[in-house]
């Protein structure tokens, strides 16, 4: 795992540092990086010339002082043992400067505990990358208690660097994704040694019902039997009885020997017995997840299908599979556990409502006066399709409501701002639905572009297609400088619908954007501002930064002057000049009007910062 934070970190573009404790240890890691980037060339994932800049930015040693001596963050990723990670903990006090971020990679240990440790615990938390760490997209960011918000706000922006999709998680055992996936891995044994079933039948019967390519047995051996032990171990330590590691995990974890399941036959009559056990246990404890806050229904999901490579994460399951049956699964699952295994309240809250779980696309979160938008579908690439419109519209109602919120910034979480449209859902439309799904994205925009308040898009990535009129409906747009935009919906044989064809030109000029929309040519962020399309182009890990500066000086003027000079630009925009004109006598007028306006001029006179209220 070492090696391969390391080489995610350098081909984000960081200076590595990676120690081990031989020089056995660190040439192998080395060779292990190398044989990777050589992959990714043979594959053509990765140009030969970048394999040398990767290789230059990571320096190795076998002493601590010269790795972490002027690091910033500092991964720690040595083996699962907590003896292991104190020691270690203690030699960094020596090296590390006090502002380093010190971070682990532990899969099963918790954040808690370890940070007892430490010197500074608020500058702790953890980093839990998923195998392989250098491919595989998915970080759990794990805040601890004494988590500072600015260390766990760092380490989510790294992970974002890093190309990687974070999940937010609180401190518990086996955080979000080995809470459900190590216990499916255990029942799975336990139903072996209680005779339910042989290993070729429970594995038969996983893959079919999570529709994944390996079953539990497989994924042991694949892994390491050890790792699924050591970490059932630790979730029955910390959460009880039923997590105890089951005696045939156990016995093989003692014989050092992998699975053996070839040759077996597969009991057709077994199979839906033995789906239902897994369900119950992983739909059962996802729901426990959430119940006690580690985390979201949505970062669950996207911690299996991301992490795990599941078809779909476990709400989703129980959303397709019937929310009623299952609970149903769940309940009898839970019956059977003898009072070991408690019934979901919320599961059995759903199942008396007859709702299924409503999963949000579109996330909003409140910082100051700030409202951030962030499109969260990033296993997509946060593309456009009729639910995401339906929650982006919801939160544009929530954000008009809320005097609370000044600015709103929009952004996409992952690689992505919005890609466009989801292909899949649009290449099944008629033309009648498809006319309805076009009118309701232009409605939404609509609303965002109408709001009340300043809306800035933080374009961290692919803006295409939906994603490019969605900035289009924005106030202003600042992109990071790997953002590419453009309307290439003409190489699909269909032109742009949510207005693009409208607000293109109307930003840009109609020749420009007549090239733009003709030739479905994307263009980078620089280009994007040499046209007048972005506003400006920032380094990555410098966007939200940069939107929020840009938020505080508008936040610091007359917010009713602010929301009526919006209003006279973009209706003003819609008629002649004349009438544009006039109309913005109307909001000079009313601007007059205002207590905001006698508190500007009596500042300014008296040579003080004006104190508006927004009347």
Known sequence: MGSGIAQAASQAGYKVSMMDTSQELVDAGMGKIKKMLNKGVERGKIKPEKVEEVLSKIKVTTEIKVAVENAELVIEAVFEDIEVKKKLFSELKEFCKPEAIIASNTSSLGINKMAEFTEFPGKFGGLHFFNPAAINKL???VRGEKTSHETFDALMNFSRRLGKIPLEIKDSPGFAVNRFFVPFLNESCRMLEEGVANKATIEEAAKRGFKIGMGPFALMNFTGIPIAYHAENTLYEGLGEFYRPSEALKSQFEAGKPWEFEGEEVDESKIEAVQKRLFGTTWGIACHLVEEGVASKEDTDRGALLGLRWAQGPFEMMNSYGINDACKVVQGFALSTDGKFNMSESLLDQARMKQPWQMSTVKLSKQDRFGLITMCRPEALNA????????LDNVITRIKEDDDIGVVIITGEGNSFVAG?????MMEKSPMAAREFTRYGQQVLKRLEDLDKPVIAAVNGFAL???CELALACDMIIASEKAKLGLPEVSLGIHPGFGGTQRLPRLIGRAKAKE????????????????GLVNKTVPSDQLITECKDLGARILARGPVAVRLAKSAINRGGEMTLDDGLAYEIETVSLAFSTEDKSEGMDAFISKRKPDFKGK
């Open 139 to 141: 970080i759990e960011v």
């Open 384 to 391: 456009l399709n009729t639910k995401v419109l339906s929650d």
């Open 421 to 425: 449209a989801d292909i899949k859902e």
């Open 465 to 467: 297609g939906g994603g």
């Open 516 to 531: 733009l929309i003709f030739t479905g040519d994307m263009i980078p962020a620089k280009e994007a501002e040499r046209i």
